[in-house]
């Protein structure tokens, strides 16, 4: 049977985060169906700082493995770096699918309920979510972004770790419960890790949406759909494709 390969592109290190990875991998492998086939790929260093220019870091590194994917003869790209650096510009340069983790879990979470709360692995990521829900409308949709104090390792370590995840879980426990109080009925981890660690769960009956399960689903969605004529992006706007000279200057020197 002939597959369709999907390439799912991150802002992780196989060194570093290898044991996250490990879990993605096979999580995607356990979850996919039979004629779809992922491909994780892997950004070195990884995103383990939160600036502008680490996004434009990593957005520069999507759109050059996109035009890759698609001269590979990948039928979709799935970004699984939630703050979505780069996601307008990486649909702009590729005729294949391409879908944003942030993007897609945050629109999905909204047909799961009224109020959306986001929480996110460090606080020094709030500001950038918060802009997120700025720039794909949601202000109305969204009671709060909140933070676990911890850092990038003691995600990872949790993954590897039973005293080091029980170590943590209370601290997202306690951020999800101050949503919920707030009025949130979806929580939404801002984050592969938060999503593979406590995703695919419920609080007080309000759903913890895993954005991985949603966007590999999606992907495959979206192949099915472009087989059908659909799931192209518009080409006005955001999404216009460059200028062929354009796009070969910035893959020789951007």
Known sequence: MSKYKIWFQGATDKVHMAPYIAKVEAHLKSILEPEYEASFHTTTPPATTTHAITEFRVARNLIRNAVEAEKQGYAAMAITHFQDAGLAEVKAVVDIPVLGLGETTLLHACTLGRKLGLITINPVFVPWHEDQVIRYGLQQRV???????????????????KK???????????????????????????????????????????????????????????????????????????????????????????
């Open 164 to 254: 080091s995840y029980d170590f943590l879980y209370p601290k997202w426990e306690r951020e999800c419960r101050i949503l919920l109080d707030a009025g949130a009925d979806v929580i939404v981890p801002a984050g592969g890790l938060p999503m593979m660690l406590f995703g695919a769960s419920e609080m007080d009956g309000a759903p913890v949406v895993n954005g991985i399960t949603l966007i590999a689903k999606s992907a495959e969605m979206a192949i099915k759909l472009r087989r059908l004529g659909m799931a192209k992006v518009s080409r006005r706007s955001n999404y216009v494709r460059p200028p062929e000279k354009a796009l070969q200057e910035f893959l020789e020197q951007g």
């Open 143 to 161: 009671v709060g972004v909140r933070a676990v104090e911890a850092t990038v390792k003691d995600f990872i370590d949790a993954f590897a770790d």
